[in-house]
């Protein structure tokens, strides 16, 4: 059976020394941050995520959702758990406390989250998407509703949705059918089915808040295959007035739940609308005309928001994942003996050594340790730039971009990487991998729905080459690589030539490949879209590279110093000498797959 | 509900084109083949996996076996398929006419055994297994097991299963506490446990015939840490008489079943040995005394070339399970609609255009596509090869060691290949790929075990490195340089330069990395061992690269002279063009990882 221990110190680390906290106290939500008080709360979700999260991941997964007469019956534990969880107030550490929560940085609550996601994946999936949803409400929702709706969202008694796909359509989602027309009273009644709904019904609370994009017909009740028409909308399970009473059931209805491969805790429905009242959210749109060109749609932009943060939150379940099955790699590898180490037997009195002493196993497991503090790393720091985008700093363009920039290559490099660390931690354990009993295969089926949910990673490729690279003139790619050659730049030395020199070379790769999709992107799409994975790929690396770079350097400092847990810092070294050493290479490779350009993939029938 | 279209067109082509089927006549067991009888054959083994075999893939995993007091039913129309697959020849399709088969040479039997696999995976192990248990047998067996044994499994009247891992050791068989002692009438009473036994118990035979291995204690009852005293073993489920007759029970018994992340259809049992009749197969082995020196096993051989055959069957399931899931991927991409072409509509007047249209899903389906039909060419050339071994050829001594040289490189980079291509295409299937009844995550998790069982990959990577490439002087990887080196100088010219260019690079590559290994890895095994993973990719990648050459070749002919099915050879051009552009890059950057060696791996704590 699986276990977990929260990486506290990694975190630790990364708040207080590699994100220099310190230095954050003018940004927003950071003007109560301490270490005592980071350590502390690290230390408590610790706890929680260990004790008891975690011992209901592989019963839950054994067990599944039930679904029976519209009814979803969460897995045995979870009702006690969900309620645990929003007593100890997890459920509501990032919500301002205007609306009852403790308006900590995303820094510590995606901390926070990936620890619930490591314990448990399909748990914390209701939590997660109803921080994404009361966000979404509270940025865009009526005063009465963030009055009386998002503070039961933020304590848990609520639980909220996010509804996007329909049965023929999930990334085009111009062919949406579902529909809301306008009522006298304000509302809308909206109706379609909606499909791949997390948390779209269960057991842990009394209402379930779904935030629902549908069309509004025009004059004639037709709706158009675009994004003209598509507006934002909140639709309560359980109707709620303006005055917060809690009314009648609403016509949505859960038509079933899906039989899946993994994330089997998580319940996955059809939701079917049906004359369902809703509340439009964000301004009122102009009614299209038959006729009339396509107009852009206001009401992407509110679930646009809640996405940008769902996707910031699967990048985090790749990294969840990767940490938990490395962590039970490694303690396999400590534990199961085969052979002798090849310079000869390790442990001579024994009949043979441990696996650990194998350097392909080393590889695997330095190979996952290498993956997840790095991609750690530099999920904080773009969530840093989240907080001073906010912010009154001069930088706060420049780290809005760069936040932007990296949403998908957090979504999709991290999740291509964490199914990987998952199935090198699960080859680990040899043939007893593929025992469910031994709870590594879990690791892996559930760590593949992070690859597609939110927007395949295919599509986060598009959405990196096709949308961000572009946007302003190329800002945000300019503003990356001045900030990476700033950093450069000011780190010479010997010392850090091991780091500094590869993340240049990689550095100066990407700009070449970036060069080259500027240059044949525009002249035929084709080649772009040929080249968009590769290259989102060559972004991660070098980045991550980057992170790597600048804490090695910290790591050094340390160690100079003797200060700190110096097996910590020299572990830190060598998992910085191992991406240098074997991921950066990639670089070059990456490079040349990108020029190959579109012919031959286009000429495929 | 996926589909399976067994690929005849492909594997005629690969006989009769790319082996130059009508020049190999002087080959054991090619007498009588011809393209006609070839082409007769694989019709209607394809209609049986189609018709037969495929439907109950599905069905299978659902239900997978059950397990009640030490008996093991297989799922619902197991046992009928079975039966009908017996009756019709295919299971009896390579065995020696003398013991009742067909005699067909192994290329065309494993052209056979692929499509079995991607019709049904778990279902073929069952006859696959007990194939490779005849082979084991008719070569080490004594006269009456012959005459009275194999003809029965060459029937499928009995299956066979091989018996190697035990639950503290797999890879590590020195390990193994199974025991054997020898009784006045020379046959053995065997005591130990098994697991991991694939068709170990189950209910399509009335006998299972099991091959084990099992040390035999020297005079004071002790057996040893190592290799020397194991030997190979039959034991019956039902007690077999020198004249035939079947007798009472054996002690042999099945203690359970693993619930696994897939192959569920397939029963991986525990075998408890109590006292079992075992009989020894091969020379009578000079019993060890205690306090003498570890001598080889004689024992292990035959286990060994049951192994062989085993890997190289594995490394047919990552072609064959590629092949079936990048089909439906296929397929789906035909069917589905999302969005437009980057280049505008393809068809405006559908909402919406296909999904072949975008690059980056047909990135995705040509990788399946250039894997699956490249290392189909690789192991067909590979199979020829050993049947070239066999015969009188001059050149049969060096095309054993090809063919020895290449079952790792099968096992490991086809496993690797074709799960990563099951992923690709379920890919292509975005959030529907992870839902089960849509059947592609099962292509997932049955892939998924290829990869670690038989030798996990990164043993098979070892076995490369550290016994394969350096045996007889390094005549294999010698023998296979020379190969290609011969093909590449015979075959200039400016329309096989794209092909030609990047092969002959790539074996630069290989050869510098060989090289490489060959200077570092004697003086640090560790060195050996940190990069035997990426080498034996790379050798996969040049060598398949040489197979798409060749194949490029033969597609360049047929269009010049305007023979033959012309689509057919474009698509070729196009996959061998995908593989020049796409994979052969790699074969850089796995040399820098060869090359940076073992020392961070080590410093891993």
């Known amino acids: 059976m699986p276990s977990y221990r929260a990486p506290v110190d990694d975190m630790k680390f990364l708040i207080t020394e590699f994100l220099e906290l310190e230095k954050q106290s003018d940004l927003p939500q950071f003007e109560e941050m ?41 897995p045995k534990g979870f009702k006690d758990a969900y309620k645990a969880y929003c007593e100890a107030g997890w459920n509501s550490l990032g919500a301002p406390q205007a609306f009852g929560g403790s308006g900590l940085p995303i820094v510590l609550t995606m901390a926070i989250a990936e620890m619930g996601i490591s314990a448990n994946q399909s748990f914390s999936m209701y939590p997660g998407l109803t921080s994404a949803a009361y966000s979404a409400l509270a940025a865009t929702g009526a005063d009465w509703m963030k009055q009386h709706i998002v503070p039961k969202m933020v304590a848990g008694e609520w639980c909220g949705t996010m509804c996007l796909t329909e049965p023929h359509c999930g990334t085009d989602l111009r062919l949406m059918k579902t529909r809301a027309v306008e009522q006298p009273d304000g509302t809308y009644r909206l109706s379609g089915t909606k499909i791949f709904i997390s948390g779209g019904e269960h057991d842990l609370t009394d209402n379930i808040v779904h935030m629902v994009i549908a069309k509004i017909p025009d004059e004639n009740g037709k709706i158009y295959d675009d994004l003209s028409t598509v507006n934002f909308f909140m639709v309560p399970k359980f109707l709620v007035g303006e005055d917060g009473k809690v009314g009648a059931r609403n016509g949505v209805s859960c038509g079933g739940i899906e039989h899946k491969m993994g994330i089997k805790g998580s ?41 940008n943060m769902a996707r910031l939150g699967v990048g985090i379940q790749g990294i969840a994942v990767g940490e938990v099955a490395y962590q039970n790699g490694l303690s396999y590898a400590y534990e199961r003996r085969v052979g002798h180490a090849l310079t000869g037997p390790k442990e001579p009195d024994q009949p043979a050594d441990l696996l650990i002493v194998h350097p392909d196993v080393r590889r695997m497991l330095l190979h996952c340790k290498s993956f997840v503090e790095g991609a750690r790393a530099l999920a904080m720091w773009s969530m840093l730039n989240m907080s001073i985008a906010r912010s009154n700093r001069a930088e706060a363009q420049e780290a809005g971009l760069l936040a932007d920039l990296m949403t998908p290559v957090i979504k999709a490099f991290f999740t291509d990487m964490g199914f990987d660390a998952a199935n090198m931690a699960m080859q680990v354990w040899g043939g007893h991998g593929y025992i469910r009993d031994n709870g590594m295969e879990q690791f892996v089926r559930d760590a593949r729905i992070n ?96 992170m790597w770079a600048r804490m090695a350097k910290l790591a050094q400092e340390n160690l100079t110093k003797g200060t700190g847990n110096k097996a910590f810092y020299e572990a830190k070294l060598v998992a910085a000498k191992y991406w240098m050493e074997r991921m950066m290479p990639e670089c070059a490779m990456l490079h040349q797959r990108i020029q190959a350009g579109s012919e031959t993939i286009m000429a495929f029938a």
Chains 1, 2 share one sequence.
């Open 267 to 307: 319940a996955t429905c059809v939701l079917n609308f049906d004359d369902a009242i809703a509340w439009r959210l964000g301004p009122k749109p102009e009614p299209r005309k038959e006729g009339q060109k396509t107009s852009s749609s206001a009401g992407m932009k509110g679930m646009f928001g809640m996405m």
């Open 451 to 546: 690859q597609t949910y939110e927007g395949a990673n295919g599509v986060q490729a598009m959405d990196l080459v096709g949308r961000k690279l572009g946007r302003k003139g190329g800002a945000a790619p300019m503003a990356l690589f001045n900030a990476i050659n700033g950093w450069l730049e000011a780190n010479g030395g010997d010392a850090l030539a091991p780091f500094v020199k590869p993340v240049r070379d990689g550095l100066g790769t990407l700009q070449q490949s970036t060069m080259w999709l500027a240059q044949h992107g525009l002249q035929n799409p084709n080649d772009a879209g040929a080249a968009a994975t590769d290259y989102l790929r060559l972004m991660g690396i070098v980045v991550v590279g980057w």
């Open 34 to 74: 301490s270490p005592d008080l980071v350590d502390d709360i690290l230390t408590n979700a610790a706890k929680f995520a260990e004790e008891v999260l975690q011992p209901l991941n592989q019963s839950g997964d054994e067990e599944g959702c039930h679904f029976e007469n519209g009814v979803v019956r969460t």
